[in-house]
């Protein structure tokens, strides 16, 4: 086992390897420190997430024993839902409609028109529209 020295029989080097092992020690000591702070930060979020979850859960069977639909239901279908379907409806409604048409009648009825563009052309792929003209469909 080696002899410990005093600080007077230490050189400079020696010494600046000391406050530099020192220096390392008290930087991983925090991080450590922070890591458990961040983990408890965490566990309580996931906490507060379980009991809104709950208490909203509680909320929507109340409404639903109240014969009211529970507000998650209700955003499905203003969030896309099947937008397929609601433009195929549309189109079989109408016989044939154009792009504008068919935008401002989804429009009135609350459907997002986003991508009504893309949910056309997949439509059309799929063939269950066909069009008769430029912006003009029919169901095929």
Do not use: C, P
Not at 41 to 57: F, I, K
């Amino acid at each position: 086992m080696a002899k410990r020295k005093s600080l007077e029989e230490l050189s400079s080097e020696e010494l600046y390897q000391i406050a530099r092992q020192r220096e390392e020690q008290e930087r991983e000591h925090e991080e450590e420190a922070r890591r458990a702070q961040v983990q408890a930060l965490r566990e309580e979020r996931r906490a507060l997430v379980a009991r809104q979850r709950s208490e909203l859960a509680a909320l929507d069977r109340q409404i639903r024993a109240l014969g009211g639909r529970a507000a998650g239901a209700a955003r499905a279908g203003r969030r896309g839902g099947n937008l397929s379907q609601v433009v195929l409806d549309a189109v079989a409604k109408a016989g044939q409609i154009s792009t504008t048409e068919l935008r401002e009648q989804l429009q009135a009825s609350g459907s997002n028109v986003k991508n009504l563009s893309q949910t056309l052309a997949y439509l059309k792929r799929t063939g269950r529209l066909k069009s008769k003209g430029r912006g003009i469909y029919a169901v095929a």
